[in-house]
């Protein structure tokens, strides 16, 4: 078993790394990807912490939200080198941007009359990436929603009142920085992006073009017949395929492990592309 996409505490996950990566042993998975959102910083724990559990294969890994002129795209690096200068400045720019919009989203909270503070929503943060569903978790401990997806279609969602943009890379740009940091980029749940078979045909061409590596295939998101479009679009542009849970450990059936049992071979071809300062291997 596999699993190139979880969270831990370092952004919207409940897990430590260390934690995690002792799940996954427990559950007998091969290879396992930490890909916080916008920050590598826990993946020097997650590696050591791999490395401790004999036959688990650790990856360094991190998902960015890239704007397109579509919506909203996710994609992973994984094994890169997290000390790459250029991958650390654009993740620190990402969260400096971060910081400000959560600035303003507490005060447009607070003037629509929800008295939420910074130090609840830091609560629920714990790590140091804090976005829109930790602002979900705290309006739902003061009883004023009952899940996240509730709070984010009243208040955080695009048009919503509580709404704020911040600063995106663009998926050009993710590719660039995540090839300079010897990773494998992958483009994470994509039927998040777009269902229509054309336009993700078009767009993948132009990014494998650019670097792209991978398709992730399996996901919870991804249903089986967005699935066979996504192995067939991979099949076609000689794109490699990935797989993950997105286990931020929130939910009740998260769970680790790549649903929908991916073929054995997948995690060779990826592991093989990715910079050995990024990957851990257990003895
Ligand atoms: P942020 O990066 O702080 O803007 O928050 C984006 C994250 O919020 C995404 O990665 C999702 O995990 C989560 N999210 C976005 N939209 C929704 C939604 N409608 N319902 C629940 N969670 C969402
Ligand atoms: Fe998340
Ligand atoms: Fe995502
Ligand atoms: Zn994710």
Known sequence: MVDFHTHSTFSDGVKTPTELAGQAAAAGIAAIALTDHDTTDGTAEFLKACSEHRGLT??????FS????????????????????????????IRDSRDERNRRILS???????????????????????????????MIRRGWAESISEVFERFLSRGAPAYVSRFHPSPEEVIALVKGAGGVVSVAHPVSW????????????????????????????????????????AGELGLLVSAGSDYHGI??????GAPDKPPEGLAEPLLARMSPYGISRGN
């Open 58 to 63: 650790g990856v360094a890994g991190v998902e």
């Open 108 to 138: 447009a909270l607070n003037s629509l009359g929800y008295s939420l503070t910074w130090e609840e929503v830091e609560e629920t943060a714990g790590g140091d990436v804090m976005g829109r569903p930790h602002f979900a978790q705290a």
């Open 66 to 93: 890239a704007e397109s002129d579509r919506g909203s795209l996710h994609m992973l690096g994984l094994g890169v080198d997290a000390s790459n200068p250029a991958l650390c400045e654009m993740l620190t720019r």
């Open 251 to 256: 939910e009740s059936d998260d769970r680790l």
């Open 194 to 233: 777009s269902m229509d078979e054309e336009f993700l045909r078009e767009k993948f061409k132009t990014f494998a073009a650019l670097g792209l590596d991978a398709i992730e295939c399996y996901h919870p998101r991804v249903g089986n017949k967005a699935r066979a479009m996504l192995l067939r679009l």
